[in-house]
């Protein structure tokens, strides 16, 4: 199996429904409303989802709920072929952005990283995301959060969530903050905003990738101006088909993307929510686009080069 490079996959929404229902059972919860009768995630869109995965994350309790989820995810991805995760963490959800109790989350998800990494070679590395819908003042604990602990495993800063609440320069003083900090900067747009949202966030926050930005097809200067100053595009198909942003494969823009010189590179967002796997993105690109090996080699090299991680990390995966 090709070994790949994923830069885009949160935490908490690559958790197995299983292991979401088990936490749920063992802490006497009731969130069965969340699951359909196959025990899959169940939501009717976007802002659905987004309450589907807030409800699935408050099973997630404790530092060590958090190792054993850091676990399940890493085999998942593994098992997918993945050498390089670059990970979602949330001070939102650990530790309710205390930087005390954020400090121990991230130290018991970094030891079953490091655990999984000795075991299956697989190496994690996180990047500390605001969630927009929580608004900027929020986004301002959680980015001095991500400055305090930012160094060789917390590598990034970034933005999640509503892309239809706020605007990017609402959230220009975190960014500013962690960019201070040595961190390097991501943000989701494109995704529920058109065009001027991926403007704006290449603009006023100074990214230099964004999380999906597939919309971005909708104004062709503004692709071809992507292509020019070499920013990344986090691509997650297989999500934006399973939200209903396209009705399939076949009419989603990566293709496009890619053929017209931007730095596309291919993600699951949140896996189990959209029944995908990294390998199973790649099975799909293959039979839609006729992308083959080599095109599949070119994409992880971007990803290479476009990972926050150090040079020595780097040349581990490569
Ligand atoms: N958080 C988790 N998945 C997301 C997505 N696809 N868009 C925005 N925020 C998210
Ligand atoms: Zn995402």
Redesign the pocket.
């Known amino acids: 199996m090709m070994p790949k490079i994923e830069l885009h996959l949160?935490l908490e929404?690559a958790a197995p429904p299983a292991f979401i229902r088990g936490l749920a059972k063992e802490k006497h919860m009731d969130i069965d409303g969340i699951f359909d009768a196959r025990g899959h995630y169940r939501y009717k869109d976007f802002w659905d989802f987004l309450k589907v995965?807030e409800a699935a994350t408050s099973t997630l309790k404790s530092p060590e709920d958090y190792a054993r989820l850091t676990r399940a995810v890493l085999e998942e991805s593994a098992a997918s072929g993945v050498v390089y995760s670059e990970t979602f963490l949330s001070p939102d959800f650990c530790g309710n952005r205390d930087i005390g109790a954020w400090r121990e989350y991230l130290q018991a998800i970094r030891e079953a990283a490091d655990q999984a990494e000795r075991e299956m070679g697989i190496v994690l590395r996180g990047i500390v995301t605001s969630i927009r819908h929580f608004g900027p003042e929020k986004a301002r604990e959680t980015a001095l959060c991500a400055a305090d602990t930012a160094g060789d495993w917390i590598v990034g800063f970034g933005l999640?969530?509503d892309?239809a609440v706020l605007a990017p320069k609402d959230f220009a003083w975190s960014f500013d903050c962690a960019r201070e900090a040595g961190l390097r900067l991501t943000a989701?747009a494109g995704?529920w905003g058109g065009p001027q949202s991926v403007r704006d966030a290449v603009n006023d926050l100074g990214v230099e990738r964004i999380g999906h930005g597939v919309r971005a097809i909708e104004d062709l200067a503004l692709v071809d101006e992507l292509a020019e100053r070499g920013i990344v595009l986090e691509v997650?198909p297989g999500?934006n088909v399973a939200?209903g942003l396209y009705p399939d494969w076949r009419s989603h823009p990566i293709g496009q993307l890619y053929d017209r010189g931007v730095k596309v590179t291919v993600s699951t967002?949140?896996p189990p929510f959209f029944h995908t796997t990294m390998a199973r993105e790649f099975e799909e690109l293959h039979r839609t686009f006729d992308w083959d090996d080599g095109v599949f080699s070119a994409l992880n090299r971007t990803a290479l080069d476009a990972a926050f991680c150090d040079a020595d990390t780097r040349a581990r995966i490569a």
């Open positions: 949160h929404g995965y999640a969530g892309e989701h995704e997650c999500s939200l967002d949140d």
